[in-house]
């Protein structure tokens, strides 16, 4: 359900680097120099921060094509994937052994997604009374999938007939695509 700890600080690495890339780039906020200070800000500000990227994705490229911090092609291919991201509302529908099971039942088409989470299990951050409706953005992250650190819930109770029809909504995800385990996703043709 996690990543390695040496995975979750290479994304931390990565990911504060890329958003202090942003920061100096759109001055959302003042006196941030490292990504250290981006670490100590108040949450709010870092989704301000994150706001300006997902809304300006050619800062993706531009990071990696100026490479300020001089990583490695193995590095830059992550922050590359990135730019596959999905940003929505999701429902975290339930825990498993290995991996959290977020729904997009925004569409006609569900989908269900295999989620790792960083440094502590979703059960921890989210509570275990599931399924919970949260805005969320989905990262590709070594042939995996993990959430770009930050969760915003949304305070909706699930009702017994609400859950029924959610389960029914995830087993047409799963019949139809089976658990998404990587980004970008491509449905095969029938």
Known sequence: MLLSPDDSILFFKLYF???????????????????????????????????????????????????????SNNELSIIRSWKQFIKKKFIIFRYVKNYTIFIDDTEDDPKAYSVLAITSPLHEMVGSQLPKMVEAVLLSFKNCIIYD??????????????????????????????????????????
Do not use: M
Not at 42 to 50: A, E, F, L, Q
Not at 57 to 69: A, H, Q, V
Not at 150 to 178: C, D, E, M, T, W
């Open 149 to 190: 650190s930050i969760l915003i819930p949304y305070s909706i109770h699930f009702g017994s007939n609400l859950r029924k029809v959610l389960n029914n909504v995830y087993q047409r995800a799963k019949s139809s695509y089976g658990i998404i385990t990587s980004l970008p996703f491509e449905p095969k043709v029938k």
């Open 17 to 71: 680097s890329l958003l202090l890339y942003v920061n100096s780039n759109f001055k959302i906020l003042e006196n941030i120099y490292s990504t250290n200070d981006i670490l100590q800000s108040d949450p709010n500000n870092i989704v301000k921060i994150r706001e300006q990227l997902y809304n300006h994705p050619e800062f993706f490229d531009l990071f990696i094509y100026e490479n300020p911090f001089k990583f």
